[in-house]
Nanobody, 122 residues
């Protein structure tokens, strides 16, 4: 089993920045990919970014390219999502996820955090 714990959400003005953290514990050696998803009210959970746990390979959904950066600290078993130039449409609950696959589909991920709220509003 893998446990994930997110932190770092909050309220920020448009154009502002936030950094989310996701600390992994348990059988972290079984993880290949760490990812961030988000879910806005009334919408489906959508892929935001992913990173290969060991190789640093990463990818992003088009809506956040150039604004968000995913990174990892293997020594701390932690993945980060640095979000800049935030927009009101980035408002959502952000979830950290982990899996053995290299996937962008939420249904493929076995492990999830509890989620952290990000609200972008003036």
């Amino acid at each position: 089993q893998v446990q994930l714990a997110e932190s770092g959400g909050g309220l920020v003005r448009p154009g502002g920045s936030l950094r989310l953290s996701c600390a992994a514990s348990g059988r972290t050696t079984s993880i290949y990919t760490m990812a961030w998803f988000r879910q806005a009210p009334g919408k489906e959970r959508e892929f935001v970014a992913r990173i290969n746990w060991t190789g640093g390979r990463s990818s992003y959904t088009d809506a956040v390219k150039g604004r968000f950066t995913i990174s990892r600290d293997n020594a701390k078993n932690t993945v980060y999502l640095q979000m800049t130039s935030l927009k009101p449409e980035d408002t959502a609950v952000y979830y950290c996820a982990a899996d053995r696959s290299w996937s962008t589909a939420a249904a493929d991920y076995d492990y999830w955090g509890q989620g952290t709220q990000v609200t972008v509003s003036s």
